[in-house]
């Protein structure tokens, strides 16, 4: 089993950026899927989860009205749209894959991760 996030760069404030998880070994559409980042100082802040089955989205404030989370069931993969980015956004973003009971309502542990893709907003 592969997790593997790819998209990330460097982008000026106010910029965007698409992040894609790709799975291999595993159906993403069986699993909650979230992102979450982590900069360097700073915990593990969970940024957006696509619930299993219903796929239902949920975002940290922090990013609620800028990120949007989706699934392409044909292709196996999960997306992080990031739009207007701001300089806290910069962190290692990773995605995880959950099969835990609770999934179906949200992403609470996850089974597998990958290694992340580096995001730096800055002018």
């Known amino acids: 089993v592969q997790v593997v996030e790819s998209g990330g760069g460097w982008v000026q404030p106010g910029g965007s950026l698409k992040l894609s998880c790709a799975a291999s070994g595993l159906d993403l559409d069986d699993y909650a899927v979230g992102w979450f980042r982590q900069a360097p100082g700073k915990e593990r802040e969970g940024v957006s989860c696509?619930?299993?089955?219903?796929?239902?989205?949920y975002y940290a404030n922090s990013v609620k009205g800028r990120f949007i989370i989706s699934r392409d069931k044909a292709k196996n993969m999960v997306y992080l749209e990031m739009f207007d980015l701001k300089p806290e956004d910069t962190a290692v973003y990773h995605c995880?894959?959950?099969?835990?009971?609770?999934?179906?309502?949200?992403?609470?542990?996850?089974?597998?991760w990958g290694q992340g893709t580096q995001v730096t907003v800055s002018p």
């Open positions: 995880g894959a959950d099969s835990t009971p609770g999934s179906a309502y949200g992403c609470f542990t996850y089974d597998y």
């Open positions: 696509i619930s299993r089955a219903i796929g239902t989205t």
